[in-house]
């Protein structure tokens, strides 16, 4: 006759100190109702564990020198570190233009304070001056800060020479721009200096730009009249003499003359 005797099957217990933390913070797990094997390799009823990301633990309690076992796991939700990214709408402007910065974050939700006193996700500014704006992001582990230049290119004073000028008919006139990078005149061209023919009074125009911050300036150019020379008709004998002279117009004097007999 054999006598087996029955012993009650061990009943996994599972407590955690929370069950909710931030990456990198330590969380004690303990298990009770027999002998211990985690997930982890460890064989204590007790252990400590840094998880990163949110992990389950699992923990086979057995009663010893039988098959007779449970298990029970629990889950450690990690919430991650915040980490903040500004982007620009533009990151350059010219003085009086706005810009939009925006903030977006990990391990939320998050709060933000800017160091205008903004405490929104996107702020528009306008600044005169190239600027850093900063903003604090906070949450529930740890905050973050990140800063973000807007620069403001000073718009560019354009001058054009020569500053007047009067011009026979036909005449290719050199005009020269400056103050600024990148230039585009009137004629369609993109050189500078630049070279116009001029056949009737004409305004030139230059478009000189910096970045994205431009300034124009125009330039009048005029033309002389036609140039006309008057001779009178006299009718004389035949040996006589006779005296000849010319009237001179329009053009630009003072005149010269030149006569076929030399």
Known sequence: ????????????????????????????????????????????????VVPLITTSYTVHVFTPNTTCQDSAVVTIFVTPTITSTVTLSTDSICPGNSTTLTVTSSGGPPNYLWNTGATTSTITVNPAFTTTYWVITSGRCANDSIGQVVTVIPTPTVTITPVSDTVCKGTVVTFSAT????????????????????????????????????????????????LVATVPKDTICVGSKAIISVSASGGHGPYTYTWNNG
């Open 1 to 48: 006759t054999f006598t087996v005797s029955m012993g009650a099957p061990p009943i996994a217990l599972l407590s955690t100190s929370q069950d909710s933390i931030c990456s990198g913070d330590t969380v004690k797990l303990t298990a009770g109702g027999g002998s211990y094997v985690w997930n982890t390799g460890a064989t204590t009823s007790v252990i400590k």
């Open 179 to 226: 103050g600024a990078t990148n230039y585009t005149w009137s004629n369609g061209a993109t050189t500078n200096p630049a070279i116009f023919t001029v056949n009737s009074d004409s305004t030139i125009t230059v478009v000189g730009k910096t970045g994205h911050c431009k300034d124009s300036v125009t330039q009048k150019v005029y033309v002389y009249s036609n």
